[in-house]
């Protein structure tokens, strides 16, 4: 069984979306530290051919905990307003804006302030859209051993999901030992995307890796169905 583990992201870049579409399960990491200035709670979308970035508010009181700790503040719907008008203005001339929008517009709708389940609701209304099927579990519900850290506790989340190959992105090559997965019975892989580019607005030079907002705004179900399969397992 192949299995995937990534914290949740807010509408995150394709390439997540590659590697959930290509394990057997996704283990969504929601019982770690949050921290600052990642891609829990923002990402960026195309404005007037630069990258601009959309952020969900934290409640300032609720920074140091974990993920699943996390809440949204009390004012929340006015910033749900801001950012869904930003994307709207953004992406306004959009082939796919009427359908997308709609996603996105559902998403914001979800009434929870808890940040990780808000935010896995959204990856879930994208796999759904996107015709990933893959199931969701949450490690917060695992009865795992939670003192581990790092390498050792994706080890023991693969043992406990009873994998058999741990895939992570590219980016985590030099947190992972293979020598150590292959002593505990699992096959370590790397998801590399490939360069996926595609038609945003004519007039602008192309911006890669912005979130999966842009990228469905501008393709076709169809054709996101091949960029999802376009990467390679190192």
């Avoid at 911006?207 to 501008?218: E, Q, T, Y």
């Amino acid at each position: 069984m192949k299995l995937g583990i990534m914290q949740p992201y807010f509408f995150p870049y394709i390439g997540y979306f590659q590697l959930i579409d290509t394990v057997d399960q996704f283990v969504i990491h929601d019982d770690v530290q949050w921290i600052k200035g990642g891609w829990i709670n923002r990402n960026r979308i195309l404005v007037q051919g630069a990258s601009r970035y959309i952020t969900l508010p934290v409640k300032k009181d609720s920074t140091l905990f974990d993920i699943n700790q996390l809440i949204l503040p009390p004012d929340i719907s006015k910033h749900k307003q801001k950012i869904i008008r930003q994307i709207e203005n953004a992406y306004r001339k959009a082939p796919h804006f009427a359908s997308v929008m709609q996603l996105v517009s559902d998403c914001f709708a979800y009434q929870e302030r808890n940040v990780s389940k808000f935010i896995v609701n959204s990856l879930l209304t994208c796999c759904d859209h996107l015709g990933i099927q893959t199931p969701f579990v949450l490690s917060s519900t695992l009865d795992k051993k939670n003192e581990l850290h790092a390498q050792d506790r994706v080890l023991n989340i693969n043992m406990v999901m009873k994998a058999s190959h741990y895939i992570n992105p590219i980016g985590g090559t030099e947190l992972y030992n293979k020598a150590r997965f292959v002593e505990n019975g699992l096959q370590l892989s790397f998801l590399k995307s490939n360069d996926v580019a595609y038609n945003q607005f004519c007039d602008h030079e192309f911006i890669p890796n912005l979130s999966i907002i842009d990228v469905m705004m501008f393709n076709s179900k169809w054709k996101i169905a091949d960029m999802l399969k376009a990467y390679d397992l190192l």
